[in-house]
């Protein structure tokens, strides 16, 4: 992608600015919730427009609360749009902010799908985009630069494998689906079935949306329990939050969230760490939402045209954690 025509006047600020990133210095971050500003070129910052999923949940806060901080270390105005769970409301925010002009989006997408037209406005404005957390699936990968988050296909590998290990790969179990259409969503399902569909012994007996939400976790697991009762071994849940409110369901029901029933899960959020140490979530295998350094380092270079070896996806390591040492590394989570 060539960037020389819109702003290489900025080009050797830009650069500047990401090698103080790099250094750890840091200065005044402009945010918006919104989404207005002060013009992209008005404060003489690179301006980057930040567009969320939304505020739902524990890892989604620490996601852009890492965003923000790392906007600010770099030297960036960062405005930012909610997009409220409503992917429409997304490509609004999108719209918007190649319309203002800015510099550069980091665009957290809510589903896969149905990003072609907004992102196409934003290359013919040579707007450069980088997705952030959740993948896009588009007809054209120049529509954006690289992909910055987790394996959440290996998550779900994770998940399965840690399963097979305490069960000896015999279990009933129950799903809590994350938002559909996600690729976490996708990808969670995926990587979890490709495991256990080597082992006849683990058998899932539903499987149903959670939409990522804790109370509808809960929603969800009170219709698991109240069809399937004490045939129920399992729950994998595709995040934390909706692991809590299942916990909180199996608690209602008069069982024991832990023990009668054994909760595997992802994200790695505090509040599932101290479920852990409660004895009441089993694992939960790290997704790491401490995503805004890396996705501002990569955005210095993209304005800086330094792009000739940058991959196209650029995935994070994550980690199994299990009740049994939760105790010990609680006090070290920054999330």
Avoid at 158 to 165: G, Q, V
Wanted: hydrophobic share 40%; charged share 25%; proline share 3%.
């Amino acid at each position: 992608m060539s960037l020389t025509t819109r702003r290489s006047c900025r080009f050797a600020a830009v650069a500047t600015l990401s090698l103080m990133f790099l250094f750890g210095c840091s200065s005044k971050t402009d945010t918006a919730g919104t989404g207005e500003g002060s013009g992209a070129d008005g404060a003489g910052k690179p301006v980057i427009g930040f567009v969320q999923t939304g505020s739902e949940g524990d890892w989604r806060k620490a996601h852009t609360e890492s965003v923000r901080e790392a906007a600010e270390a770099a030297g960036y105005e960062l405005r930012f749009a909610d997009g409220q769970a409503k992917q429409e409301n997304q490509i609004k925010a999108l719209s918007s902010f190649v319309a203002q002009g800015v510099d550069g989006i980091i665009l957290a997408p809510l589903v896969e799908t149905g990003w072609d037209n907004v992102l196409e406005k934003a290359k013919k404005r040579n707007i450069p985009v980088l997705i952030l957390d959740r993948q896009v699936d588009v007809k054209d990968d120049s529509l954006y630069v690289t992909y910055i988050g987790a394996d959440t296909y290996n998550e779900g590998r994770l998940a399965a494998e840690w399963l097979i290990e305490k069960t000896g790969g015999k279990a009933k179990v129950v799903e809590l689906q994350g938002t559909p259409g996600a690729s976490p969503t996708i990808n969670r399902f995926n990587g979890f079935r490709d495991v256990i569909g080597d082992q006849p012994g683990i058998e899932i007996i539903a499987s149903q949306s959670g939409d990522f939400r804790r109370s509808k976790g809960k929603e969800v697991m009170e219709a698991f329990l109240k069809k399937h009762g004490d045939e129920i071994e399992v729950v994998y849940a595709h995040n934390d939050d909706m692991a809590i409110g299942a916990i909180q369901a199996i608690e209602d029901a008069g069982k024991k969230p832990g023990d009668d029933i054994i909760l595997v899960s992802i994200d790695g959020v505090r509040s599932a760490f101290e479920a852990m140490v409660e004895g009441k979530l089993n694992c939960t295998v790290e997704c790491n939402p401490l995503q805004g350094p890396m996705a501002f380092e990569a955005m210095g270079k993209i304005l800086a045209g330094d792009i000739g070896d940058m991959p196209k996806k650029q995935m994070i390591k994550d980690e199994v954690y299990e009740r049994e040492t939760a105790k010990d590394v609680i006090g070290s989570r920054k999330y």
